[in-house]
């Protein structure tokens, strides 16, 4: 198993273009998350999807989009670009059973540099 | 609001000794809390799960414990090699539909050798 994926690795933008980061994940896992991380400031939900065709926001959702039309992928999207939105963004995935608990599988990152 | 917190100074131990790395919760009562390892460019690593009605877990040279009434948890790397070293992440998680979870923001370990 790849585990879960992530392209590009590295990217830098200019303010105002777009791009759409890729993650796919081949665990067959229900649940999948994009995250951003900041240097000193944790790691922030942007948006998560608990099923192919469901998603929904998290705490930090503004400036991004997502979709999930298949259980292996959740691409997020950037509109608009601005510095502030530079930053590593991980993506996860987690089985989503009725256990209550979720372990997350974390892809390798993109690193986002919007200038 | 709910919050994590882990100690934000690194940690700096020599090798063969046992780290110790905190993680306190409030205006949170967690079903589970999990601890991360992360090295420097990397993604987040999933190392143990601790339940609320566990007192401690191990596994191998790690152990954690969950204590409600401190509302903390403790991780423990027993015998400490150079290649522990990594920011260590705590994330508490709720029970049923509740999936999101909460993160720490990692403590820094380096191990001396």
């Known amino acids: 198993n790849a585990g879960v994926t992530q392209t590009p690795k590295f990217r830098i933008l200019k303010i105002g273009q777009s791009m759409t980061l890729q993650c796919a994940q081949d665990?067959?896992?229900?649940?999948m998350y994009w995250y951003r991380q900041d240097p000193g400031m944790g790691l922030k939900l942007i948006y998560y999807?608990?099923?192919?065709?469901?998603?929904d926001k998290g705490e930090v959702p503004n400036g991004y989009n997502v979709s999930r039309s298949t259980t292996e992928d959740f691409p997020l999207r950037l509109e608009l670009a601005a510095p502030s939105q530079t930053s590593v963004y991980f993506c996860?995935?987690?089985?989503?059973?009725?256990?209550?608990?979720?372990?997350?599988?974390f892809g390798p990152g993109t690193r986002l540099t919007v200038l | 609001s709910q919050k994590i917190e882990q100690n934000s100074e690194a940690l700096n131990i020599q090798e063969g000794k046992t780290a110790t790395l905190t993680c306190n919760y409030t205006n949170y009562s967690p079903a589970y809390l999990q601890w991360y390892r992360q090295d420097p460019g990397r993604g987040p690593v999933f190392l143990l799960l601790?339940?609320?009605n566990e007192k401690e877990k191990r596994k191998e040279r790690l152990k954690v414990t969950f204590d409600t009434t401190l509302k903390q948890s403790l991780f423990h790397i027993t015998a400490s090699q150079p290649a522990d070293s990594a920011t260590y992440l705590c994330a508490a998680g709720g029970a049923g539909n509740n999936r999101k979870l909460i993160w720490g923001l990692g403590t820094s370990l380096a191990v001396n050798p």
């Open positions: 996860a995935s987690s089985t989503g059973t009725s256990l209550g608990t979720d372990t997350q599988y």
């Open positions: 999807s608990v099923g192919a065709g469901i998603t």
């Open positions: 665990m067959n896992h229900n649940y």
């Open positions: 601790i339940r609320e």
